[in-house]
């Protein structure tokens, strides 16, 4: 049941046999009960009946024994069987439970825990610091990998989750850029499930060696560096106003245009290309401003 990695020596899990704790106890009561009474009977005004004082030596070593072998489970608990060091199996029955006295037994949780990381500072992919940070849902599937492969698997845990997310954000850039016609690549803040997935597939494979399994991994915290937040501020922001103004030059060039269309076909008023020039002229600068526009009234004409 052991085999060989490229780390070295790996353990793999495997089930060991136990006994009912409760009728294991019983035996043991049993058993006290029994030596008591050969060691009372053996005693008397006569002299001491070896024999019978030796028997109940004996039954109850044997009852103290078996208190020894035995111990209770949880749910989701797990014991590591142990003798003189070599590894005997794992016992996942819960309850009161009773094995070799001379096993030791060593319990790990088999629940789900939580980690949250620590906020860390790393470089996109484009090289702009950022801050990071996630959470972690794990539990441990291979008692044996995890108690024996690694020194201390929750902090085996923990270690390997940082170097993850640090090289999870060298591999994704924090936004898009704006380029058109272009497929966007993923990003570490508009691609939620793809960073999430990436993030939960080399944490698998990093864990896998203390025998972890990764329940769930997502970014819980994410933003620009301080020394940066300011610029990367004032640059969204101007974006944002780009693709503003973008829309409505859009949307008031096709109103213009249809309002031209809509007098040419009813024949409202014929107009020149200078009449329809200062037409357009005037609509834009309505359409566009960003404060309410003040109208003019012309009484003349436009021809000198």
């Known amino acids: ?14 089930p060991i046999g136990t006994a009912s704790g409760f009728l294991a106890l019983v035996v043991a009561l049993l058993l006290l009960i029994g030596g008591g009474l050969m060691l009372a009977q053996s005693i008397s005004s006569y002299g001491v009946r070896w024999g019978l004082f030796s028997l109940g030596i004996v039954l109850l070593i044997v009852a103290v024994l078996t208190l020894a072998g035995l111990y209770t489970l949880q749910p989701n608990e797990a014991a590591i069987i142990q003798l003189f060091g070599a590894y005997r199996g794992t016992s996942r029955a819960p ?26 500072k790393v470089n996109d992919k484009r090289g702009n610091p950022v801050e990071i940070a996630a959470v972690v849902v794990w539990h441990v599937a291979d008692t044996a990998k995890a108690a024996f492969d690694v020194d201390d698997y929750e902090m085996f845990v923990k270690v390997q989750s940082e170097a993850a997310v640090r090289h999870l954000a060298s591999q994704f850039a924090y936004d898009a850029e704006e380029i058109q016609d272009v497929a966007r690549e993923p990003t570490l803040l508009e691609s939620a499930d793809i960073v999430a997935r990436a993030l939960e597939n080399e944490l698998q494979e990093r864990l896998e060696q203390a025998g972890v399994v990764v329940e769930e991994a997502r970014l819980m915290h994410l933003a620009y560096a301080q020394e940066i937040a300011q610029v990367m501020l004032r640059r969204q922001q101007a974006e944002a106003i780009i693709a503003a103004r973008t829309k409505i030059v859009h949307g008031a060039v096709s109103m213009v245009e249809m ?46």
């Open 95 to 120: 309850g009161l439970r009773a094995t070799n006295p001379f096993y030791t037994r060593r319990k790990i949780s088999l629940r789900a825990r939580n980690l949250n990381g620590d906020r860390l």
């Open 259 to 304: 309002a031209l269309k809509e007098l040419s076909a009813k024949q409202v008023v014929s107009l020149d290309d200078e009449r329809k020039a200062a037409m357009v002229s005037n609509l834009m600068t309505v359409l566009c401003a960003e404060s309410d526009v003040q109208p003019v009234i012309n009484t003349g004409t436009l021809y000198t």
């Open 1 to 14: 049941m052991v085999r060989m990695t490229k780390s070295g020596a790996a353990h793999d899990e495997y």
